[in-house]
């Protein structure tokens, strides 16, 4: 017997109003009624039944039920037990889904997925995407590629290429882990409740290695800040905030080879990783 698609408003309705839940705004939910979408983050994911895929926030088991008819071994991290009992209901008959009660900043990822590689599939909340974003890459997890649901300003940051208003530190990091691109765009009307911004699904492809060589990746993301810590202003002036004099910052850009009077915004991962290996070395 087929079951009902999760991804509808008339089955989300009826499962929230038979477990009694509404949207937590402090978790920022918001419960997706498109199908269509659905079947594109699991096509955006490219997943076999050979695939194990870490579902963070599975919510009433939307994207999860998307996920598992994929044939993919599906490993989802709720952080809210009311859920609990909702996936159990929703996801019942689908042997290859696991539901992992947790926080996705705190658990210990690799123990929970079990696997020596696999894929992410999130419908992230606003407040928090950026965090859980970093907490994977960071820890250089072999994790094959990430398709995430996020705000679509946050999407088209993480993606921006040199010179345009969009490009930040942000797009540095993600792009020194990754290789972003923006699949498709999300409107408002396809959850409930709406939220009040339009939503993209980005994919993101691990490298294997960064893109760049630097002398020391936690020098190189305290230069990125620092560059866009005043973003408005010159590196003349933001890269004072390294907690070194402007005459310095002066002799540190021209041995770099960068014009102090340009904006961190114009910057490729290259120059960047010029800025932060001189600087290594003048100080050694």
């Given at each position: 017997m087929d079951k009902p698609i999760i991804a509808s408003p008339q089955v989300t309705n009826h499962i929230l109003h038979r477990f009694k839940l509404r949207a937590d705004k402090k978790l920022g939910q918001n419960f997706l009624i498109d199908e269509n979408i659905v079947r594109n983050i699991v096509a955006a994911a490219e997943l076999s039944d050979k695939d194990t895929v870490l579902e963070v926030g599975p919510g009433i088991g939307t994207l999860?039920?998307?996920?598992?008819?994929s044939?993919?071994?599906?490993?989802?991290?709720?952080?809210?037990?009311?859920?609990?009992?909702?996936?159990?209901?929703?996801?019942?008959?689908?042997?290859?889904?696991?539901?992992?009660?947790?926080?996705i900043l705190q658990v210990n990822i690799m123990q929970t997925v079990g696997v020596?590689?696999?894929?992410?599939?999130?419908?992230?909340?606003?407040?928090?995407?950026?965090?859980?974003i970093f907490a994977l890459l960071e820890k250089r997890l072999p994790?094959?590629?990430?398709?995430?649901?996020?705000?679509?300003?946050?999407?088209?940051?993480?993606?921006?290429?040199?010179?345009?208003?969009?490009?930040?530190?942000?797009s540095v990091a993600i792009q020194y882990y990754t290789e972003p691109e923006i699949a498709?765009?999300?409107?408002?009307?396809?959850?409930?409740?709406?939220?009040?911004?339009?939503?993209?699904?980005?994919?993101?492809?691990?490298r294997e290695k960064p893109p760049v060589e630097v002398c020391?990746?936690?020098?190189?993301?305290?230069v990125v800040k620092a560059a866009f810590s005043l973003r408005r202003k010159m590196l003349n002036n933001s890269?004072?905030?390294?907690?070194?004099?402007?005459?310095?910052?002066?002799?540190?850009?021209?041995?770099?080879?960068?014009?102090?009077?340009r904006r961190a915004e114009?910057?490729?991962l290259e120059e960047f990783a010029a800025l932060t290996n001189t600087f290594a070395a003048s100080k050694e």
């Open positions: 999860t039920q998307g996920l598992a008819e044939g993919a071994s599906v490993v989802a991290v709720e952080l809210d037990k009311r859920l609990l009992p909702v996936l159990d209901t929703t996801l019942e008959g689908y042997d290859n889904v696991r539901i992992v009660n947790g926080d020596d590689e696999f894929k992410v599939c999130a419908n992230l909340p606003y407040y928090i995407t950026t965090p859980i994790m094959e590629r990430l398709v995430a649901m996020v705000q679509k300003e946050v999407a088209e940051r993480m993606a921006a290429k040199p010179g345009g208003k969009d490009y930040g530190a942000l498709f765009i999300v409107p408002p009307s396809s959850f409930i409740p709406a939220p009040s911004v339009d939503s993209a699904v980005i994919v993101c492809k691990r020391d990746e936690a020098l190189f993301f305290r890269l004072k905030n390294m907690g070194i004099k402007g005459e310095q910052v002066a002799k540190w850009l021209e041995l770099a080879g960068v014009d102090g009077k114009t910057l490729s």
